[in-house]
């Protein structure tokens, strides 16, 4: 990849043109998780263990603090796409916002990014605000943009830390 891929270019709307290639995951919000996981895993899907989510120590939602949003989160591989179940337990999270208006379903598709800030930046520039946003126990951040609009799904992003990979 030439250090040009990398930065954002004009060509494509303010963003780099690499930003969703390294897309890695599916989000699917749950009422109940336990139970979700063991659906999936006669399916084959799984085994699922502990993302994330649990170790969110700083959340923003709509860009206000909300300390009392708590997820639950279970990851399992499928070859190359990680798929996390998600179910709301605390708050008015962005996935308690789609539980509530729509039931189960995939919420999210997620990427890695090496730059978030830059890539906040872009994006919020061409109008997709950040909806959520968190900091994790490993030094990993998060973003979920508001890009549902079309298709109904948010885009986010990943910037790993130590620990969550």
């Not at 994790?136 to 986010?156: H, I, K, Q, W």
Request: with cysteine; charged share 25%; glycine share 14%.
């Amino acid at each position: 990849m030439s250090e040009e891929s990398n930065e954002s270019q004009p060509g494509t709307g303010g963003i780099r043109p690499d930003l969703w290639s390294r897309t890695y995951q599916i989000g699917v919000v749950v009422r109940d998780i336990e139970q979700a996981a063991a659906f999936y895993e006669r399916l084959g899907i799984g085994p699922f263990e502990e993302g994330p989510s649990a170790h969110t120590l700083v959340r923003k939602i709509y860009g206000k603090d909300a300390p009392d949003v708590a997820v639950k989160g279970l990851i399992a591989q499928m070859g190359n796409i990680e798929f996390e179940l998600l179910q709301p337990v605390a708050g008015k999270g962005i996935q308690a916002e789609f539980l509530e208006r729509h039931g189960e379903g995939i919420v999210h598709l997620c990427a890695y990014t090496d730059d978030i800030d830059r890539d906040i930046a872009d994006l919020t520039g061409l109008g997709h605000e950040v909806i959520s946003y968190g900091e994790v126990s490993d030094g990993g951040r998060f973003a979920y943009f508001e890009t549902r609009e079309v298709g109904g799904v948010v885009l986010e992003l990943f910037q790993p830390g130590e620990t969550f990979t």
